[in-house]
Structure formats: C-alpha cells, structure tokens
C-alpha cells in the first residue's frame, strides 16, 4: 500500500543536543509537509517543500531546518532542541499542480520527540 | 491570519447517539477536508468535500460544503466506541494549497 512512513515513532534526545527526523513517502506526491503538533492541538505548518523549492512559515524558528534530497524522502533537523520543542512531528504529503482540484494531504504516523 | 472556527471544543455522547460538529469561517474555501486522529497517530483523511452544496458519505459520516463556502458539517450516526479521537477540519483557499485547520472537536464515550 502507498504509505508516508515516519522513523523513529518515538524519539528522546537531550537539551541541546541535534536530532534529525525523517520521513518517506511511496504516494509519489510532489509536496511535503513537517508540521509540529502539541498536545491535542491543531497542527502547525513548520515548512513544506513543493518539489525541490523550500518553503518556511515567517514564525518558524531558525533551529528548525528540512531536507529533500528526492522526491521520496524529507528529513527534519532540529539544530539545538529545547524543552520546548518536546511535541509530535507530523509528515505529510500531497499533490499540487495545474488543474488538479484537490489538495488532500496524507499524514505518516508522526515522531513523538522527548527532550531531557 | 486565517481562522477556522469549530465547534464544539469537546463532546461527550452516549454510544449510539448521532454526532454533529462544524467549521465556520469569513474566507470563501475551495475545499474543505475532515480528518479523525486517535491518539499517538497521524490525522487520516475522512472526507474530502470541493463544490458548494456538496454532500458526501463515508459509512456512518456524512458532511457537508456550505452553499456559502465559509463552512461545513460533520455527522456521525450512531456513534460506537471507536469513533472517540479528534477530529478536524480544515480548509483550502483559493489562492493557495496549503490547509487552514481548526482547533479540533474531541469525542468522548460516555462509559
């Protein structure tokens, strides 16, 4: 079955110290998306790539950075992790070009990032 | 920015009762989506609505596209015990294919 996948579902990872997250997708979708969810809150878009061009939200902070090296695969990197940043990541995917009316997005099961 | 208003925050029914929840807004969407999250996991798409007046079922759900196209519904008929989690929805803009999400209605079982 076309899937996105997220690994590690769960993630601990000290103040301070980097952690990447990653994402991949079988759907063959040309957008991704890194959303940050806390507790039962609505998701909040962290950046998404639509092919190869980067976007990031204006209140997306800089230790927050992504990566697509192909269409499969995007990566999160958190730079310097706070406590504040302890929260669910989700990825998602979907597809967006010239005429296609929908804008459905398909979510992976998310990391749980634990900061200490 | 942009707002979705939906409503109710929380609901807490009796196994076998209908459900009804909805999203209002002052922007015009091109398509409005419903998405149920159980704990722990990822938001999975319900249904997807794209014209106005549009009216789509998935099993026990049902939802509408305003005729306004600045809100909709979701109902559930006869609501059993996996149907608790959050649900969202959230909208589409003309002018943009990013999503505009409202705050979530979380639907507990009375025991």
């Known amino acids: 079955d076309a899937m996105v996948i997220q690994n590690p579902r769960y993630q601990v990872t000290q103040f301070g110290k980097p952690v990447t997250l990653s994402c991949s997708q079988t759907l063959n979708h040309n957008v991704m998306y890194w959303y940050q969810q806390k507790s039962s809150q609505a998701p909040k878009l962290l950046f998404h790539y639509y092919d190869k061009d980067f976007n990031n939200e204006a209140d997306t902070p800089d230790n927050f950075q ?24 989700l990825c998602a995917t979907s597809i967006w070009e010239r005429g296609y009316r929908g804008c459905e997005q ?5 990391t749980r990032l634990t900061v200490t | 920015g942009q707002q979705l208003n939906q409503s109710p925050q929380s609901m807490f029914i009796q196994e076998g009762e209908d459900v009804s929840m909805n999203c209002t807004s002052s922007s015009i969407f091109n398509t409005w989506l419903w998405y149920k999250q159980d704990p722990g996991e990822g938001p ?18 049902t939802a509408q596209f305003g ?25 589409q803009l003309e002018s943009n294919y990013q999503l505009i999400w409202g705050a979530g209605t979380k639907l507990i079982i009375k025991p």
């Open chain 2, 67 to 91: 005729i306004t196209r600045k809100d909709s519904f979701l109902n559930i008929s006869a609501s059993i015990p996996s149907d608790v989690g959050i649900y969202f929805c959230a909208g």
């Open chain 1, 106 to 110: 398909y979510f992976g099961p998310g």
């Open chain 1, 66 to 89: 992504s990566r697509r090296p192909n269409t499969s695969f995007c990566f999160l990197d958190i730079r310097s992790p706070g406590l504040g940043d302890a929260a669910m990541y």
């Open chain 2, 44 to 61: 999975v798409l319900l249904i997807a609505l794209y014209k106005a007046g549009e009216l789509t079922s998935n099993g026990r759900l």
